[in-house]
């Protein structure tokens, strides 16, 4: 059994910042790449960050230079800093991972945590 669980979210003001924690827990025998996305209201889901185990870095072109992802693979976690947000960054943000566990080494299956909101008032 394998948990995501996310915290950090909440309401700021434009220009402000938050910081998003994930953690993973559970039979895990590795983790690959770790990231973030968010869903707005009438919109799809849409990538955010991520992050491999090697450090690599992927950003969304609307978060760049505002956003950066970083990852503890000691403690399975992965952390969204996000800075001079905007009312457009207004969405559920869900962690991802894709994780290897000892019922089959061969594959690594997505994990989703439960989502967390953010609010970014103008």
């Known amino acids: 059994q394998v948990q995501l669980v996310e915290s950090g979210g909440g309401l700021v003001q434009a220009g402000g910042s938050l910081t998003l924690s994930c953690a993973a827990s559970?039979?895990?025998?590795?983790?690959?790449?770790m990231g973030w996305y968010r869903q707005a209201p009438g919109k799809q889901r849409e990538l955010v960050a991520t992050?491999?185990?090697?450090?690599?870095?992927n950003y969304a072109d609307s978060v760049k230079d505002r956003f950066t992802v970083s990852r503890d693979n000691a403690k399975n976690t992965v952390t969204l800093q996000m800075n001079n947000l905007k009312p457009d960054d207004t969405a559920v943000y869900s962690c991802?991972?894709?994780?290897?566990?000892?019922?089959?080494?061969?594959?690594?299956?997505?994990?989703w945590g439960q989502g967390t909101q953010v609010t970014v008032s103008s």
């Open positions: 559970g039979s895990i025998f590795r983790i690959n790449a």
């Open positions: 992050i491999t185990s090697g450090g690599s870095t």
């Open positions: 991802n991972a894709a994780i290897v566990t000892p019922r089959d080494y061969r594959v690594a299956y997505p994990y």
